[in-house]
Every structure is written in C-alpha cells, then in structure tokens.
C-alpha cells in the first residue's frame, strides 16, 4: 500500500475525532493504558527480528512500545485509514529502537496484503470501531499464516455500570453523571453500528474462531485526574456527533463537562476498563 492517501480511504469516518484534543485524549490513553499494553506485548512475546503488524495505529502510542522491542531485522507495518494519524505515529517513534517503521494507509475492515509474512498482529482499542467485528476476527484467523501471534485490548464501559448504579455515596450527583458519560459512549456506538461490546466476548469469539493458546486478562482503570481529563476531551470531541444523532444537546453536553470539571479527584469508582487477548493462530 501507498503511504498517500486515496479518496475512497480518506472518506472514511473515525467514530471519534481527530483534533488537537483527540492527540491529547489519546495520549492519555496511552498513559492510562501503559501497563496494561506492555503486559500485553510481553504476552506476545515480541522478538527484535518480527514483523508486526498493528491495526488502527492512531498517533502511534502503542506503536513507540512496539518499537522499544525490535532489533535492526524488526519492521512493524502501522495500519490507519488516516495519513495525518500515520505521520504523527512516524514522529512518535522516530529515534526509537533499531526497527523499521513502515506506515500504510489502508481501512483495516478489508484485510490486506500488508498481513503478508506478519509473525505479530496487535491492536489496541480498535475492534469496537468495526461493525460485526467477530466476521472480521475469523476472517483474520483465516488468512493468518499458523503459529501468527494476535493480541488486542478493548475497552469496558458496560460492566462497570453495575457497580456505579449501586454505589453508596454522597456523591450522588458525581455517580448520576457517570453514569450519563457511560452510556452516553453505548448508545454512541450501537447507534452507529459498531461493537462496544466485543471486549467482553472477544476471548470467546477467538476461541470459537480456532485461535489457540488463548490468555485473558481483565484490568480495572482506577478514577483520577486522568480520567476527568478524559472525559472532558472525549465530551468535545463527539460533541456534534452526539447532537446530531440526538444524544444529547449543545447545553446537556455543556452541563456534563461542568459537573465532570467539578468531580473530587479521588473517591470516584472506576467507570471503565480493558479486556486483553492473546492468542496463536
């Protein structure tokens, strides 16, 4: 694949954003997510001579960690359907390890030659922007060559609801409004189709799929600081898409970020977290 974008990839809408704010929601994520991902890649037991392949590589977070862990031989080929995100993941790993970085614009959804001769696929917090996104993990399975590692990371903002609509507090109006963020992202996401729950079932899907040598791992994301940044960026960047699928309006999107602004920095239950997947093909 050409590293130039074409129309028919550039058309494309990511779920989210792709603003300055998004770069910074992102990198907080990749903060967030530090050891989780690098769990994940000790899992997957990356060596310095592999070619890995990382689907929706965004600004390159996860891709600097892979990175760290190639040797001279290593290539990890960056997949996105956005050039702007591919430039940034090359800045963002410039300098970094011995390996090559080889960016390919492409929409992963049409699996590619660019998994020719992978001995890695990872991904993180990807699946969920794909529709029937257990069609694309068989497919995958599919044309993997055996022995291919594959390991993803997937958000959970479903689960973590129970505990928020239980949760004792005098922080009542902190838990309602969690509770508004959260399923603010579900309806989000199954309005349009895509697959906010695959986290959950992912292990499963593989299982059934014939992956082997399945690992699991569910992490927790504690509530701090971080998180309210989060939030806060993340309610800018679907701002128009929430309004238009009417989800919320202008002024209730206003009033979630104030309340969010407000909230104590500790004392908050945890509103989401990851479910982590390795296997071999």
């Known amino acids: 694949m050409s590293e130039s974008g074409d129309s028919s990839v550039d058309s494309i ?13 992102l990198e907080i994520q990749d903060a967030q997510f530090g050891h989780v991902s690098e769990d994940l890649l000790d899992k997957l037991q990356i060596r310095p001579a592999d070619r890995v392949v ?16 190639l040797g001279s031989e290593g290539v990890l080929v960056a997949v996105d359907y956005t050039k702007s995100l591919l430039d940034q993941a090359r800045e963002h790993v410039a300098n970094v390890g011995e390996g090559q970085f080889q960016p390919v614009v492409a929409d992963i959804r049409e699996l590619g030659p660019w998994l020719e001769g992978a001995n890695v696929v990872v991904g993180r917090t990807v699946l969920h922007h794909l529709p029937l996104v257990e069609t694309w993990l068989g497919e995958l399975q599919r044309v993997l060559s055996p022995g291919t590692r594959v390991g993803f990371i997937e958000p959970e903002f479903r689960a973590p609801l129970t505990r928020i609509a239980s949760f004792e507090t005098e922080l009542r109006q902190e838990i ?69 699928l009417g989800i919320m309006t202008n002024e209730q999107i206003d009033e979630q970020k104030r309340r969010v602004a407000a909230f104590p920095v500790k004392g908050l239950p945890s509103v989401w977290g990851t479910h982590s997947v390795t296997a071999v093909v």
Not at 13 to 25: F, H, I, N, P, Q
Not at 54 to 69: A, C, D, F, H, Y
């Open 13 to 25: 809408e990511y779920a989210l954003g792709g603003t300055v704010d998004a770069k910074r929601r």
């Open 176 to 244: 309602e409004t969690l509770q508004t963020w959260a399923e603010g992202i579900i309806r989000y996401y199954t309005m349009r189709d895509l697959s906010p729950g695959i986290g959950a079932t992912m292990e499963l899907a593989m299982r059934m799929a014939g992956y082997s040598n399945l690992t699991y791992a569910w992490n927790e994301a504690p509530a701090d600081a971080s998180t309210i940044e989060n939030m806060l960026l993340f309610y800018e960047e679907v701002r128009q898409k929430y309004c238009s």
């Open 54 to 69: 990382e689907v929706g590589t965004g600004p390159g977070g996860l891709s600097k960690r892979i990175m760290q862990r």
